[in-house]
């Protein structure tokens, strides 16, 4: 009788521990954007003289040094990427400084695209995943994972600048919602739907992959999304930041990564000011793959062939995370792990099918 009582009063408190680890977070939707092949060294130093200041990558380097160039870094940065520094470093955290000890690495051996966004949603290098192919993901992602839940269920929304990413959530197997490349909005409701079908129609897409649409419509087009439905998890990927650095745009590439640290802005503004995210939401943002450093001419690529473009970072706002800004030193973080650590600010533990990197929990509050 003593042993049942003992054995009764341990799952009791099981239960109160993983009820109180649930109650006890405020985040109720997560928001995980991706910048494609957005260095850590522009995140963390921001503009590179080298590439700057050299017309063959920065023809008009005169207006250049006007928005982008500072005499140090830190003031560097700031001209890139305004809402990281002046919201995210004050309120939440940035991983992926090297030169501050902070390392975020893929687990996946490619370095490229699809590779990295199968790692970032399913929590695993597949090493199947070896191309940029429109192909299906084999794996279970954490937004199939979370949609599988009742609370979730039809309330996780993709949206992509690149066609293959209605692939990698595996849109046709999950039923997840996902807007991708030049999709238009099915059956329009509303005068906003009908004005991002006809710009979407209108608009050109990007000279280098007919596939890509402008990252502003992407932006939009998923705002527009989160204001009518109301999503609890809502995937953005931008991808203008990796054609330009692939024509080698050094310039015109950091403008898209402003515009896009614009939308970043605005977005984070949106969501505090409608009652279901205000204070409940955690915003995540990362990127797939690094890109080369040196010899300069490496940052137009990335892959096996280009060394250090394994290399990246992330940054994390929420009411779940201590404002501990930019981090030093630690263990070396992986890509791997974010979508465990996405489950887990939503108050679940991501298993399936397959391995699952560890949540880094340092960006939850103990």
């Known amino acids: 009788m003593k042993l049942l009582l003992r054995i009764s009063g341990l799952i009791f408190l099981l239960a109160v521990t993983s009820f109180s680890f649930v109650r006890a977070q405020q985040t109720q939707n997560v928001i995980l954007v991706t910048l494609d092949g957005v ?8 503009a590179d003289s080298t590439l700057l200041f050299d017309a ?27 809402f990281l520094w002046n919201t995210v470093a004050k309120e939440g955290q940035l991983y992926g400084n090297r030169l501050k000890g902070s390392k975020v690495n893929t687990s996946n051996p490619y370095w490229f695209s699809y590779p990295g966004y199968n790692e970032i949603l399913s929590g695993y290098a597949d090493e199947r995943i070896k191309s940029n192919d429109k192909i299906d993901n084999p794996n279970t992602t954490v937004l199939e994972f979370l949609n599988n839940k009742p ?44 004005l991002l079908n006809s710009m979407m129609t209108t608009v050109p897409p990007q000279v280098w992959d007919k596939t ?38 050094y310039a ?47 940052w ?47 108050g679940h533990e991501f298993k399936c099918e397959h391995p699952v990197g560890s949540p880094v929990l340092t960006v939850l509050k103990r």
């Open 56 to 82: 063959a990558y920065s023809p008009d380097t005169a207006s250049a040094r006007k928005f982008f160039w500072a005499a140090n870094p830190q003031e560097r940065r700031k001209l890139v990427f305004p």
């Open 212 to 249: 890509v649409r402008p990252d502003f419509l992407t932006y939009y087009a998923a705002k527009n999304y989160l204001l009518q439905n109301r999503p609890r998890v809502l995937f953005m990927q931008f991808d203008e930041t990796d054609g330009l650095a692939h024509a080698g745009r």
């Open 252 to 298: 015109d590439d950091l403008r898209m990564i402003n515009a896009a640290d614009a939308f970043l802005a605005d977005l984070w503004k949106t969501v505090q000011q409608i009652p279901q995210y205000a204070g409940k939401t955690t915003l995540i943002v990362t990127t797939d793959h690094g890109r080369g450093h040196t010899p300069k001419a490496t």
């Open 151 to 194: 609370d979730f269920k039809g309330k996780i929304a993709a949206f992509s600048s690149w066609d293959v990413i209605e692939a990698a959530v595996n849109e046709r197997k999950t039923g997840i919602y996902a807007s991708a490349g030049n999709e238009l909005i099915e059956k329009p409701k509303t005068a906003t739907d009908s």
């Open 39 to 46: 260095r850590w060294q522009e995140v963390f130093s921001g």
């Open 300 to 346: 137009k690529g990335h892959g096996t062939k280009t060394p250090d473009s394994y290399q990246l970072w992330f940054a994390v706002i929420g009411p779940d995370t201590p404002p501990t800004g930019e981090q030093s030193g630690g263990p070396v973080l992986f890509q791997n792990q974010l979508a465990a650590t996405l489950a887990r600010l939503l």
